[in-house]
Each structure stands twice: as C-alpha cells, then as structure tokens.
C-alpha cells in the first residue's frame, strides 16, 4: 500500500499488487487506519506486516485487524498496549526486577497554571541533565535534552507537540541523562506458545538527534558473560508482558558496566539486518511464521545458543538525505545517479533509484548500507570500501560522515557512546578529507589518456567527458591502452563529482 507520494517508489512497482491508501500527509495515508484495514481487504489478504515506523506500535492497528479478520504480523494488541506505552512499560518491567533508568514512572504535565512548578520539583529529583521524552512511539521523536531548570518549560512543550503530531499522543516523562552511556539492544523472538529468546545484541551508540546513525552485531568489547547477561533482562523485561512476534529491548549501558532497561520496541527495527546477517536467521520470514502460528524453530534456538559467543561481526550505517555538514539537516532533491557498492560481505537495503523525489514528507532514510565479515576488524575494512564506492548524485546524504567514521580512530577501537557525535564530529575534517580525496581522483583520472568524445545522450558520465569503454559507435580502444581504462577513466571523473562540489 502506498501513498501519492511513494507512487513510483521501487517497492511499488516490484509488488504484484499494490494499493493507493491517500495523499502525502501522513495523517491522511499511513497513519489512517481505515485506509489502511480498506486497502488489505480490497487486496483479499489475510495478514498485514506493518513494516517499522508509523502504525507499526500502535495497538489500535492490531485491534482494527483482529475485528476485520486479519492476521497482525507483530505482537498482540494487549502487549503493543502495555510496551507502547513507556512509563506502563517502565514501571512493569521495574516491578519484575530488571533496572530501570532512574526517572518518573507517570507522565509530566506540559499546560496549567502549576504545572511547570510541578515539573520542577520532579526534574530535581530525577537530576540534571535530563531527557524530556515521549511515552509513545520511538525514532528519537519527542524527545528534548534538558541541562538547566530554566530550559525545562520549553523543552517540554516541544518535546510534547511533536509527540501529539508524529503519534497521536503527547505525553512525556522525564529521565536522566547518563553520560558517556552506550545503547545496547537486544533481538527478540517469542512464539504463541510463550517461548521467548534473544538472537544477539546490537550497539547503536552512535545518533543524532536521538536518532541512530551507525548500529552494529555484536556490540564492541562487550564478554560473552555481559551479553547474556542483558540477553537474560531483554527476555525478563518481554516476559512481563508476554510477548510474542519480534522486539527490541533496549538498555544504557553505563560506564560502570551496568545495564539499565531504556523500552521496549514492539516491532522490526530499521537495523535488524546486521542481526539476520550475524545469527543467519530472516527474521521477517520468522515474523510471518510466528504470525501463522509456528513455535520457534531449532535453527532459531540454535541462533539463540551461539548469540553469547558470535562467529562474525556486521555493522550498518543509514544512508540518508541529510547534510552532515550543517547539523545533519534534510535535504529534498531529485536524485540524479544512485550507484550501490557490491561485493563480499555488502548488503543494500534501499527505498529509492535514480530519478527518485526526496520529498519532506517522511524521514529522509535512502538505504542502509550493511557489511559483514568474520571480525571487527574486516567489517570496518570493508565498510571502508563501500561507503567509498557507494555514489549519489542530485542530493545531499551522510555518506560523508559515514565515510569520516569508518576511519574514525576512536570508533575503530570501538569506543563509542551517545554522545559520540556531538563531542567528535566537526565538518571541518571531512571537507579536508573530501578535498584530498578529490585531489587524488583527479589526479589518478590524468594518468589515463582519454580517447574519443562521449556519444550524445550517453548517462553514464557527465556532458563534455569522455566515452567510457569500448567505443560506442563500434570502434575500440587501442592497444597502448588496456580494455578496461576507459571504465575506470568515467568511474574517476565520476568520483571527481562527489560531494564537495
């Protein structure tokens, strides 16, 4: 199902059915329930996958499908009720044991002639600096770092208006803020007959705006005895509320080795590639046999006994429309060259093509690039080869920064944390780096001669170059020359296009 906007988006034209649910606005398409319960029964189908952001969380999706007579490819309504909001969730999974981040258990009243008052007194309770937070959804949205007192008012009312627009929901709580933390979630699978287990850990340290940039399988420097130790709260805390399907648990990691329980994510992440190409196990596919009424599997529970002790390592950045040069601002554009990187280890999970539209509608997501290898070592050298080879044209992305961190000396050693980019990450060094590396591309495309003009009406590389390859109009490259030159002559030109321009 799709909107106006994502018409011609690939995933629509590739479906063998595909059905128009509203205009661009969200709250008119994806976020329309009717909509979306009219365009499954138009369709015939029996169950409904609701893929990782907008409804994907919210109960009353799964409500509205159990009244139609549709399978929800994700927990019960019972559950996405009780981990969707995080305070129930917060104080449930506290009552079972498990550590909570120190913070209130029942919302912060935004609007009243006492209310900022009220919320205060809490927030010295809780401590500074602390995060004003959303109690429903995720994403980083609806969420606000507060230093001082006299920030808090404000940071409550934005941090609760963008809660009500982006989920329904305005709400918000507050929490303290661990310095130097690490993320660290952990993969879940429960089945209808209550089995439950984790399938590995991922670090997401590594964000802007609350908002993940980088994650990886397994974390960094973590023992297998620490990974079953939060693989074992991960599993406590989804007991709590019978899960059954896929989830998140996600915890800090302090810097006294200490895991506190962040919330649970009832549905797919954006990052549960890199745990698919660790543990070797589809998780969509389970998702959809779980849905159907399947128990867990022995390649499952064999995942799950070897998770502790991993044989490989995958990281995974996003590729998305941003300017990491100005505060990781959207951009919109039309995307005039989309060249994904290949080879062993490389996987691309992408939305979009040459000749897409990023609009400002929804997040500015592109792809995520995924690459592992069997150590950290030779997944970060790989990584290194494919952010260099990976090439959009027309609008900006983060491939820069992506292209910065992969040779990042602190984040080679794995020593990442939350606030990893604001304390580490300045401009300056990339456009310095971009300009050395565009120095070097021109000057390796000199070594080359070139041959003949480029045909008219030939994409391949930009007006007034040179053809690539053999000569298109029949002629051929002469022996001084190997076959192959012209390719990689257009491949450096090319390159000599990237960002900066």
């Not at 959009?392 to 992506?402: E, R, S, Y």
């Not at 939350?418 to 456009?431: A, E, K, Q």
């Not at 298109?472 to 001084?480: K, V």
């Amino acid at each position: 199902m799709y909107s106006d906007v994502d018409a011609e988006a690939p995933h629509v034209r590739a479906a063998d059915h595909a059905v128009r649910i509203g205009p661009p606005p969200a709250a008119d398409s994806y976020l329309d329930v009717g909509a979306i319960i009219g365009a499954a029964r138009m369709s015939g189908a029996d169950a409904l996958h609701p893929g990782y952001g907008f409804l994907s969380e919210r109960a009353l999706l799964a409500e509205a499908c159990m009244d139609a007579g549709i399978v929800f490819v994700g927990p019960s309504a019972a559950t996405l009720a009780g981990l969707g909001d995080k305070l129930s969730a917060r104080r449930a999974v506290s009552e079972a044991g498990v550590p909570v981040v120190p913070g209130t258990l029942t919302p912060i009243a935004v609007a009243g002639p006492e209310a900022a008052g009220r919320a205060a007194a809490r927030a010295e309770e809780v401590g500074w600096p602390l995060l004003v937070k959303a109690a429903a959804g995720g994403g980083g949205r609806g969420m606000r770092r507060v230093d001082r007192a006299g920030d808090l008012q404000a940071a409550l009312l934005a941090a609760s208006a963008e809660a009500a627009t982006a989920f329904g929901d305005g709400s918000v709580y507050l929490e303290r803020y661990m310095d130097r933390a690490r993320h660290v979630e952990v993969q879940l699978l429960g089945d209808q007959a209550g089995a439950i287990v984790a399938l590995g850990e991922r670090d997401c340290s590594v964000q802007r705006r609350h908002q993940k940039l980088v994650e990886e399988a397994p974390a960094p420097g973590l023992t297998p005895g620490q990974r079953r130790e939060v693989h074992a709260l991960a599993i406590q805390a989804a007991r709590t509320f019978g899960l059954s399907n896929a989830a998140t648990a996600e915890f800090l990691l302090g810097p006294d080795g200490r895991f506190w329980f962040l919330e649970v994510n009832t549905r797919l992440q954006v990052e549960h590639g890199v745990t698919e190409l660790v543990s070797g196990i589809d998780l969509v596919q389970e998702q959809l046999w779980i849905a159907a009424g399947r128990q867990l599997g022995e390649r499952v529970l064999e995942a799950a006994d070897a998770a502790p002790a991993p044989a490989s390592h995958a990281i995974e950045v996003r590729v998305s429309a941003e300017d990491p040069a100005v505060g990781f601002l959207p951009v919109t554009g039309v995307i005039t060259a989309w060249r994904e990187p290949g080879g062993p280890g490389i996987r691309v999970d992408s939305g979009v093509e040459a000749g897409t539209r990023v609009t400002a509608e929804y997040d500015p997501l592109l792809a995520k690039l995924l690459v592992i290898a069997p150590d950290r070592p030779s997944s970060l050298a790989r990584l290194r080869r494919a952010v260099d080879e990976f090439h959009v044209g027309g609008v900006q992305t983060t491939l820069p920064f992506h292209r910065w961190i992969a040779g990042d000396r602190e984040f080679g050693a794995g020593r990442v944390w939350t606030g990893f980019v604001d304390d580490r990450w300045h401009p300056g060094p990339i456009r310095e780096m971009a300009a050395r590396r565009a120095a070097r591309l021109a000057a390796a495309a000199t070594t080359i001669p070139a041959r003949a003009p480029m045909a008219a009406g030939d994409g391949n590389v930009a007006p007034g170059s040179h053809r690539p390859g053999p000569d298109h109009a029949g002629g051929t490259i002469g022996a001084e020359q190997p076959r192959a030159a012209g390719w990689a002559t257009a491949g450096r030109r090319a390159a000599v296009e990237r960002w900066p321009r």
